[in-house]
């Protein structure tokens, strides 16, 4: 039980380093990370913040895994919806916290985009080694995957590939231009999972969260 708790502790701990990596992509002002774009974009136009939009994603992509998987549903996975909201609240905190932060000189907007990418990177690594959840976005990923027989990591960068097509549509559609989204995001999109490995490999904690799996 203690050892479940621990667990649970460090999964959500990940899920809230992740909404402030997600944060200083963002205010680098160089485009945000894959995941985020489309909320983003949407947040621009629509009176509703990125951490609601972001919500709103993730309820779909919990609907989406029940339709997908039907039966094969573990019910315990509805908890991802109350990872969304503790995420998304996060994001839209993370945001308003950094609200005097506008870097505007390039390397400022560098640093900022490099640091959101290894935090972002390190709350993934923490959020997955527990094995308890899936987050939505990962989630829904993982239910095409299943339904589709296509290996993980092929769906989610046609996944993550998509929802940055919609949101350089909707870009223009709406601002004839592209608004929220550039180089950070292609950036994020290629340096945080390398990070991820990095942090897998060599640093100690991910080895001591996951050691914990081993005592259930």
């Not at 963002?26 to 990370?33: I, M, P, R, V």
């Not at 509805?78 to 505007?104: K, R």
């Not at 960068?157 to 929220?180: C, E, M, N």
Request: a positive charge; charged letters at 10%; one cysteine or more.
């Amino acid at each position: 039980m203690k050892s479940w708790c621990y667990r649970y502790a460090y999964f959500l701990f990940g899920v809230i380093l992740n909404s402030f990596g997600i944060a200083l992509i963002t205010k680098a002002a160089l485009g945000t990370s894959p995941i985020s774009s489309l909320p983003y974009v949407l947040s621009f136009e629509f009176p509703i913040t990125l951490g609601g939009f972001t919500f709103i994603m993730n309820t779909l992509f919990v609907l989406g895994q029940i339709l997908l998987l039907r039966r094969n549903f573990q019910w315990i996975q509805l908890l991802q919806m109350g990872v969304n909201l503790i995420f998304s609240s996060c994001i839209d905190i993370s945001m308003n916290l950094m609200s005097w932060f506008e870097p505007t000189i390039w390397w400022e907007q560098l640093l900022s985009l490099l640091l959101g990418c290894t935090v972002l990177a390190l709350g993934i690594s923490i959020e997955v080694a527990p094995n308890v959840l899936v987050v939505p976005g990962e989630g829904i990923v993982k239910a095409i995957s299943t339904v589709s027989h296509k290996r993980f990591g092929s769906v989610k960068i046609a996944f993550d590939v998509t929802l940055v097509a919609i949101a350089v549509s909707l870009s223009f559609l709406f601002f004839s231009q592209l608004k929220g989204l550039g180089v950070g995001t292609i950036v994020s999109a290629l340096l945080v999972g390398k990070i991820v490995n990095l942090f897998n490999r060599h640093l100690p904690l991910i080895s001591h969260i996951s050691a914990l799996c081993c005592q259930n």
